[in-house]
């Protein structure tokens, strides 16, 4: 009766939050995501959203998790990514999923992941891809705002986008201490120049003592932080304009009723918790599969008659045609 009663709750907080990201409050003042599919939709009949703002997602996973967590990454959001990857402890080709060598296996080995992936990237997909995303398998990820929000002053006209990744950035949820982080199981992405400056360090041309980039184990966000830190590179802003969080490290119903948060996420937080979930919301975590398939059906197919009579092209009919 427990479990039911959790499980209830969660759906209600799912249903809610896709609500304030998917329903719209008219036709000329457009809220949340739907909001953000309209404005997509001004942005692809101008120019070539998949050329503008091209990221790669690449999730830390584990041989364990693949058919269960990995699998719900997979079949959900991950496709709207304009790549993604997913990084095992060991290869499957069927999946699939990679191993690289230097992985440390098991959850101390998060660290030796990340570092291996960002150079994996670096090496294979700098020239080709915009920004570099990193998620967990129980990471979910509204890819159309995250678009929407590294590239949203290029949805009007012609204007060049709001971030350019040809400048350092680092974007995600916000730590304040131990020098500064973003939080990882919230999801973070880093630019095209962010990445060259972090293969700087990695590849010794900078100082590694701050970075301890050659530690086999670690805390992956904070290291992660401070490696970048030493590139010269800062947590960016990712607050919405009413001053909540895009993305979120906490479970749904913990981010969307704001009042279940442990008590040392009350000293970490740069912006103070319990603001309620941003209709232009990016990531939240801590979501099994299950509720992964809920978020994803309520996110892109729940919505009113009114908004699909009003919405005759969406974001998802233009990721179908361009893969045709």
Not at 73 to 88: E, G, M, Q
Not at 285 to 312: A, C, T, W
Request: some cysteine.
């Amino acid at each position: 009766m427990k479990k039911q009663i959790i499980f209830a709750s969660a759906c209600v907080a799912i249903l809610f939050c896709a609500w304030t990201l998917s329903i719209t409050t008219s036709s000329t003042s457009r809220k949340g995501y739907f909001g953000a599919k309209r404005l997509f939709q001004n942005y692809v009949s101008q120019t070539d959203v998949k050329s503008m703002v091209k990221v790669v997602c690449f999730v830390e996973t584990c041989a364990e998790n693949l058919e269960t967590r990995a699998l719900s990454v997979k079949n959900t959001w991950a496709p709207r990514c304009d790549k993604t990857l997913f990084i095992s402890d060991q290869d499957n080709s069927t999946f699939p999923a990679i191993y690289l060598p230097g992985v440390v296996k098991g959850y101390g080995g998060i660290w030796s992941k990340t570092v291996q992936s960002f150079r994996h990237l670096y090496k294979n997909y700098l020239n080709e891809y915009h920004w570099f995303m990193k998620t967990d398998d129980d990471t979910y990820v509204v890819v159309e705002n995250l678009k929407y929000f590294l590239g949203k002053d290029s949805l009007s006209m012609h204007n060049p986008p709001k971030h350019n990744p040809d400048e350092p950035h680092y974007f995600g949820k916000h730590f304040s201490v131990l020098g500064g982080y973003t939080s990882g199981g919230a999801g973070y992405v880093i630019s095209r120049e962010a990445l060259r400056k972090l293969e700087d360090v990695f590849a010794n041309k900078r100082s590694p003592k701050k970075c301890e980039a050659h530690k086999k184990t670690g805390t992956e966000d904070v290291l992660i932080g401070r490696c970048l830190d030493v590139a010269g590179v800062r947590p960016g802003n990712t607050l919405d304009s009413q001053g909540r969080d895009l993305f979120h490290s906490f479970h749904l119903d913990t981010e969307v009723i704001g009042d279940n948060f442990p008590g040392w996420y009350y000293q970490y937080s740069a912006n103070p918790p319990g603001r309620g979930c941003s209709n232009e919301t990016i990531t939240f975590h801590y979501v099994n599969p299950r509720e992964m398939r809920l978020l994803d059906f309520s996110i892109y197919q729940l919505g009113s008659f009114r908004d699909r009579e009003k919405q005759k092209f969406t974001i998802n009919d233009f990721y179908v045609k361009s893969r045709r």
